[in-house]
């Protein structure tokens, strides 16, 4: 067994693993964050993708003892301290990326990191981004639609918070 | 679908890795992305004893980028060398096929080096050296040897690596210039592996005629098949070259399989067609080079 140490969602959490544990068991077994969805055990559907130290990977093809000391998040923490959904949430609610929701942790993770890298991707940029992750309900469009709006919803708060931080100031 | 259980070694210099896998011999594996050994643990089809992790290696996180080539590090990560513009420039069919390669999320843990260890013969990263003639630098206590790429693959998911070795850096030569290379390949969803590929390589000479045309072929034999299809191509410029007879050379040295994805016909055919439009694509960007 091996003591780890993992920041995850903004929390110290300390667990006993042996060598064979996925990271997706960990979060899910020794933690009870279910939210991490596991489809395939294979690297195939995408499910279980978290972000490790913000960068999207397979919980399902990690190690929990490789990870130590680093930082994940997971579906859970996307979610703002106080209880409000990201944009990339809101906008998966908004546009019906969703159905039975299986797949939606990993879309969710995904969608975030990839919208962080590139604020407004072309439509073929959406494709290729999520392209990783399967989803056997909603065929698709509504989830590229929801890309499209969660990028339109952090643009407008892009926006109003530049307004609100330079009251007064003239835009040059 | 869980893996088996196994001692997990975590050194934190490669001189600890080396010894590590010294010590563990032929029950010994290396974990670098874990991208292809996981779902290999996961399905059960691999139970090593010994697993030594060299994540936390970042001695090995490398690129090395110079006039005549890239020397890519063991734990430089797919998504690394695919955004790297130095690399880019040097040797461009490194990007263009690493875009290939599974998905971005993939990519962010896959390495370039563990690709070339793992072998699958359906794999891009492992033609690209077989055509550019690069090399693996392999290690264990006290002995380091380059292995070029014509005898570091062996065979399907086998390399030359020997048990207690660690690959520590593979090296693509640089293009020259007026060359071009180029990358196409036909996979049933984008970033499954390809049903066939083919890497392409062309040169030309001061008065841009072709003065060699090689291929290197995924997914159509046990190791990347490398063709020269110089003599095929003719000494002409890429204008009048004659690339149906060289696809056709390309067809006749391949020996595919049928298995549930295509039939050996197909890929054969398929193969035909892919190094025609990647040897034309690359003699167009010698022209340009
Ligand atoms: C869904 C999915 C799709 C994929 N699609 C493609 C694809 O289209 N094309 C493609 O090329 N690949 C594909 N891959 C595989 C991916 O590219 C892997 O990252 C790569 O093959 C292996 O790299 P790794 O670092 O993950 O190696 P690991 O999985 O850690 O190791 C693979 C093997 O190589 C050995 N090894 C690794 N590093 C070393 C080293 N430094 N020294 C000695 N031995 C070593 C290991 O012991 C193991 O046997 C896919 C993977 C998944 C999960
Ligand atoms: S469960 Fe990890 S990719 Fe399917
Ligand atoms: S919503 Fe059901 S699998 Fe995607």
Redesign the pocket.
Known sequence: MHEITLTVNGMIRQVEVPGRRLL?DCLRHDLGLTGTH????H??????TVLLDGEPV????TFAVTVDGHDITTVEGLAARDGTMSPVQRAFGECHGLQCGFCTPGFLCTVTALLRENPAPTEQEVLEGISGNLCRCTGYQNIIKSVHRAAEIMAEERRADADSEQPGEEIV | MKPPPFDYHAPRSLGEALDALAEAGEHGKVLAGGQSLIPMLNMRLAAPAHLVDINRLSELATLDVGPDGVRVGALARHAQVERSERVAAVQPLLREALRLVAHPVIRNRGTVVGSLAHADPAAELPAVLALLGGSVRLARPGVTRDVPAADFFVGPLESAVESGELAVSAFFPALLPRSGTAFREVARRHGDYALAGIAALVRLDDDLRITSATVACVSVGPVPVVVDVTAACGHRPPATADWASAAWAVQDRVDPETDIHATADYRRHLTGVLAEQALRDAAREATGA
């Open positions: 997706s596991v489809g395939c055990e690297g195939v559907c995408g499910c279980c397979r919980s399902c093809l």
